[in-house]
């Protein structure tokens, strides 16, 4: 859970307060407090947000407690506070993101297992076609005549068909053939 969490700020400054830390977690933290998190509330007043990752909720409550009385964004691995660090199923192009407000820590990234099958080759070559097709129309109509576009392309029978048959080529090729109709 609090490795999930470091690797969400990766390329912040973080300071980790546990009495272990794994190897993962020395990678990616800037500074290391080896000290019991209820003995280290003082870092919180040199803190920008503070995140309350013990497996204890009675001491994730005291620790979003005490930041949010200092006027810090804080996220609890137990629910509250006022940042949200869902789990996240990054692809090439896009990213899906679960979360349940804490209140059941392990389904999140079971929901992201879940979509990580789901979500095959043809989404990605979805994107793809999609992207082309997007930059392709950048300049030609407004916003909502290209929004509107986008959406019928997405939703084409034609396309979708060459996209589940893995022919990206015969769906981009459909996909300029509406925009030749489209206005």
């Known amino acids: 859970m ?4 470091c690797r969400h700020f990766k390329d912040a400054d973080i300071t980790v307060v546990s ?15 080896i000290s019991k998190a209820e003995d280290a509330m003082h870092l919180i007043s040199r803190s920008d947000i503070v995140i309350a990752a013990t497996s204890d909720k ?3 409550n005291k620790i979003k407690d005490a930041a949010l009385l200092k006027g810090k964004h804080v996220n609890s691995a137990h629910g509250g506070g006022d940042i949200l660090i869902p789990s996240v199923l990054k692809r090439k192009g896009y990213a899906v993101a679960v979360s349940s407000y804490g209140t059941v820590p392990a389904f999140p990234p079971y929901v992201v297992e879940e979509l990580d099958r789901f979500l ?3 989404f990605d070559m979805m ?9 392709a129309c950048r300049n030609m109509w407004t916003q909502p005549l290209r ?10 029978p034609s396309v979708l068909s060459y996209v589940r048959e893995g022919k990206k080529e015969a769906a981009t090729e459909r996909a300029y053939q509406m925009m030749e109709g489209a206005e």
């Open 2 to 5: 609090a490795l999930r969490k």
């Open 19 to 33: 009495l272990e830390v794994i190897p993962e977690i020395r990678g990616i933290a800037s500074e290391i407090v």
């Open 58 to 60: 009675e001491l994730n």
């Open 120 to 122: 095959n080759k043809k």
């Open 127 to 135: 994107f793809d076609v999609i992207s082309e097709m997007r930059e």
């Open 147 to 156: 929004s509107k576009f986008l959406r019928n392309v997405l939703h084409d």
